[in-house]
């Protein structure tokens, strides 16, 4: 395998035709005829774009120029310093060398020169000589790169020998024998599908043995997350949660699982027959999911909760886990420490579903506000389980995911048990491009690095919530009427650099949750809630609203896509992935967004694809569309209704695995919501947006519940393409929509 990674050389007389130009491209020539490419500059350019350039480079050259350094000394020095800090900041290995003459380097301060591989005498050794050892130096870099299984999967891919084994395209061969098997070849290109092996490849390892290259990458990775032990997992953080619940939950076992969980964990819930127990988070007025109260982590608190459950004061035992969402889909954290404290001993594995929160162990910022990392204490007898999608937030492809343990002081993970489990949920044929992605992701993050790549999410999430206060400010001095989103977060914007002005404060008013504890959540900045107007602080419907689901729309066709849509709230977030600005994009589409608002612009101009499949709300205005829409909410109080339906008292009549029995014996009845009141359901109800499971199996309909689908229904009838999807509805031929419910003895 052939990578491009160039000697880049920074002479500002690279091009230049007197003998210092003629000097450089001499070596830049015999740099080439050694088989590196080379890339000569001649500045430092713009500081902006030195985290591509380190990362495309083998080596760097940097020219110092005699004349120079004696004439404008501090001006120069100041310049190769603030480059090779730049470069230092992100990458501690990549060789950099300086060029210049034997005089020179006793201009150069040690700090500086303490950084670099080496001092290129320009007229002491032939070109040839210098370009040896350069090359050797930058070679040595690159072949250091690679994380082992990385490593093993392109030295495999490059060796070209002939497979016998499945899968049966046989390294690409087969798609060439057809022409829409030629299209698929090229667009995914020779190495995707020459990597794409089978796990006969013995010099692979295996990912369900963890054995070899894959065991190897693993290890490097618990190394870089500060875990004692870390499994990749190639079919999302759901499997993830399955495979630690499998591994530690029978039937019958009590179980505490925050309300606000991914379905994959009341998945789990289900299959391992677990009682569940429910935490109950806060909801603030504009809908937005907030964090436990500590309160309800008091083991007493647990206690009650359990004594006064149907089915969980007959089970014995400790609860066998815990599991909270850490990062909620808003960016709320948990105090971890905080937890452990209480529950340690008391609960037997702390479960933390970290699938938002991979990026937190590598930034202080984060401090106790993520489950495992350096020099975090073990817990003295509870197992702590993290499980990350390493493709939400770092440079994972999709399904790529990890588990990650710490061993309680009294107790190790026993891993042959623990792969019981893994194996219980894992194909025995992993993709391992998506291996390679969680080998790559993890090494992405080692020290300094990962740092950076966290920082830079971080400032970037910072200036954007900046610049959308400026926006704010500037309207708000045209007096008439003028309206800007507001980026949910604190009020004071003094020190937003530091942990201390995201902690959710007891009562303050910008969360809207009410007293919470000191010390105990704080707010992911670089998860980021953007409200819409319509609703006020108090929860009351104001005169005029736009809906979020019409501003999202509206930004898909303007080429944003959102994360996640409420009612009156929308969610963006910034993962390493982001560029500087590329929110700016966002900025001016709400800008637009505003712009065709106050005009009041017919859709058909201003959402054409929409009204494309749509075309009944052609001649409707971008403001009176809102309108409407806001009305049917507010007469229909539905912000109210959603807070009230998630909070109200879920009675449960049945295990969760008892009642999706009955789905599998049919022995159900498929009822219209009229007739919903007091059934028991089989199926997990979902409404989109939250995406939050609302039902689940096994608990019964409340009347709210009811009066919210009937909401659904009507509306849905009456403004098709603006549907609210309910995971679990199905929809009748006459239109009316239907839930599978446990059939009631007759
Ligand atoms: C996305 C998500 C998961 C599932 O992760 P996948 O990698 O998509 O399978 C689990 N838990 C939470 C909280 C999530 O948001």
Known sequence: ??????????????????????????????????????????????????????????????????????????????????????????????????????????????????????????????????????????????????????????????????????????????????????????????????????????????????????????????????????????????????????????????????????????????????????????????????????????????????????????????????????????????????????????????????????????????????????????????????????????????QASQILVQDAEALRLDRSVFNEAYLMHTSTSPQYSIIASCDVAAAMMEEPGGTVLVEESITEALNFRRAMRKLEKELAKNQDRQWWFKVWGPDDQSDIEEREAWMLKPGDRWHGFGNLAEGFNMLDPIKATIITPGLDVSGEFSERGIPAAIVTKYLAEHGVIVEKCGLYSFFIMFTIGITKGRWNTLVTALQQFKDDYDRNHPLWKVLPEFIAKCPRYERVGLKDLCEQIHRVYKDNDVARLTTEMYVSNMEPAMRPADAFAKLSHREIERLPISDLEGRITAVLLTPYPPGIPLLIPGERFNRTIVRYLEFVRDFNCAYPGFETDVHGLIKGENGDYYVDCVTSPA
Not at 220 to 240: K, P, Q
Not at 257 to 273: E, P
Not at 360 to 368: K, N
């Open 1 to 398: 395998m052939r990578f491009h990674f160039p000697v880049i050389i920074i002479d500002e007389d690279f091009r230049s035709e007197n003998t210092s130009g003629l000097g450089i491209r001499v070596l830049a020539e015999a740099i080439e005829k050694e088989g590196m490419e080379v890339l000569g500059v001649t500045s430092y350019g713009d500081m902006t774009s030195f985290a591509q350039q380190q990362s495309r480079a083998s080596a760097f050259i940097l020219s110092i120029d005699d004349e120079e350094l004696v004439q404008e000394p501090e001006e120069s020095i100041a310049e190769l310093r603030s480059f090779v800090e730049e470069v230092r900041m992100r990458n501690a290995d990549i060789p950099i060398f300086l060029h210049g003459e034997t005089r020179t380097s006793s201009h150069i301060p040690y700090d500086v020169l303490r950084e670099l591989h080496g001092f290129i005498h320009m007229y002491e050794d032939t070109p040839e000589f210098i370009a040896r050892y350069v090359t050797r130096e930058a070679r040595a870099y690159l072949d250091a790169l690679p994380p082992p299984f990385f490593r093993a999967l392109t030295n495999y891919a490059a060796d070209g020998s002939y497979s016998w084994h499945c899968p049966g395209h046989s390294g690409g061969v087969a798609f060439l024998k057809s022409p829409v098997g030629q299209m698929f070849h090229q667009f995914f290109g020779e190495n995707m599908l020459r990597a794409d092996v089978c796990n006969a490849v013995e010099e692979l390892g295996q990912l369900l043995d963890h054995t070899g290259p894959v065991a190897a990458s693993e290890h490097n990775a618990a190394r870089i997350f500060n875990c004692d032990h870390l499994y990749f997992v190639t079919n999302g953080t759901s499997a993830s949660n399955k495979i630690v619940w499998h591994s530690v939950v029978a039937p019958g076992d009590i179980v505490i699982v925050d309300r606000n969980c991914h379905k994959s964990v009341l998945h789990s819930i289900i299959m391992t027959g677990a009682i569940p127990v429910f935490l109950k988070p806060t909801r603030n007025h504009y809908g937005i999911i907030g964090p436990i109260p500590k309160e309800e982590f008091r083991w007493d608190n647990i206690m009650r909760k359990i004594a006064a459950h149907p089915f969980a004061r007959e089970a014995k035992g400790k609860p066998r886990v815990l599991t909270i969402t850490q990062s909620t889909y808003d960016g709320i954290l948990y105090n971890v420490e905080a937890i452990k404290e209480e529950l340690d001993g008391k609960v037997e594995n702390l479960h933390f579903d970290e699938a938002w929160l991979p990026h937190a162990a590598f930034h202080d910022f984060y401090g106790d506000y993520h489950a495992i990392g350096a020099d975090r204490p073990r817990c003295k007898e509870s197992m702590i389980f993290s499980t990350q999608s390493t493709h939400k937030l770092l440079a994972g492809l999709s």
